[in-house]
């Protein structure tokens, strides 16, 4: 079974408007991390955002915000006032467990494109 | 601060040659991390090193291997190169175990 799922091979979008880009996830651990990272076509992975299991509060960083809803395993990543700029492969990751896990796993993507 | 650099940006080479990439860490992290990316099988854990100790591997051949150094850089190996190894390889730092912050990348080619 996927452990992370994003259903969005891709999306348009028009400058300015707000995006959702869905992200749901699958784990057995009670301790977990999920994070989005920005995939530029240059290939660089950008962190945008984290959102512990056991925060409480939903997760902000600028016009990046995670609607984290624990009960139903789902992490979306919301994009405020879309730019040009926001126009990118986005990536949806989970670390697992104990501290003593590294790894990060990740799902498919979903290509975001921003029209003018 | 400077990022994490990766080096080289771009390499190719033929089946059955051995290639090794570069990785300097942001300056004070000690956790490395390398990952595949291809098409199809997207992004894929290859290993994670800590203070020159080899702390988790993924599911990948003995072809690929590593190592870390003493100030934290690391370089990753692909012995016996495949086509199929035809990848962009991203290395990413971390301080211990918090967020990890990614390379450009290296494309790597095999023809």
């Known amino acids: 079974a996927q452990k992370i799922t994003q259903t969005q091979p891709g999306m348009f979008v028009q400058e300015k408007e707000a995006v959702t880009l869905d992200c749901t996830y699958d784990?057995?651990?009670?301790?977990?991390?999920l994070f989005w990272y920005k995939q530029p076509s240059s290939g660089e992975m950008i962190f945008l955002i984290y959102q512990g299991s056991y925060d409480e509060q939903n997760a902000t960083e600028g016009r990046y915000s995670l609607n984290f809803q624990k009960a139903r395993k789902s992490a979306n990543l919301v994009i405020s006032a879309s730019q040009l700029g926001d126009s990118a492969m986005y990536f949806c990751a989970m670390r697992e467990g104990a501290d003593s896990n590294y790894q990060l796993i990740w799902g498919a993507g979903t290509k975001l494109i921003i029209k003018p | 601060k400077a990022g994490v650099t990766q080096t080289p940006r771009y390499l190719i080479k033929t089946r059955g040659q051995q290639v090794t990439l570069s990785c300097s860490p942001i300056?004070?992290?000690?956790?490395v991390s390398w990952y595949q990316q291809t098409p199809g099988q997207g992004l894929q854990f290859l290993f994670e090193y800590f203070s020159e100790t080899q702390r988790n591997k993924g599911n990948f051949p003995g072809r690929f291997s590593g190592r870390q150094f003493s100030n934290s850089r690391s370089e990753m190996n692909v012995s016996t190169l495949e086509l199929g190894d035809s990848a962009l390889y991203l290395c990413?730092?971390?301080?211990?175990?918090?967020?990890?912050?990614f390379g450009p990348g290296t494309r790597l080619t095999v023809l």
């Open positions: 990413a730092s971390s301080l211990y175990t918090d967020t990890q912050y």
């Open positions: 300056s004070g992290h000690r956790s």
């Open positions: 784990t057995s651990d009670q301790s977990y991390g």
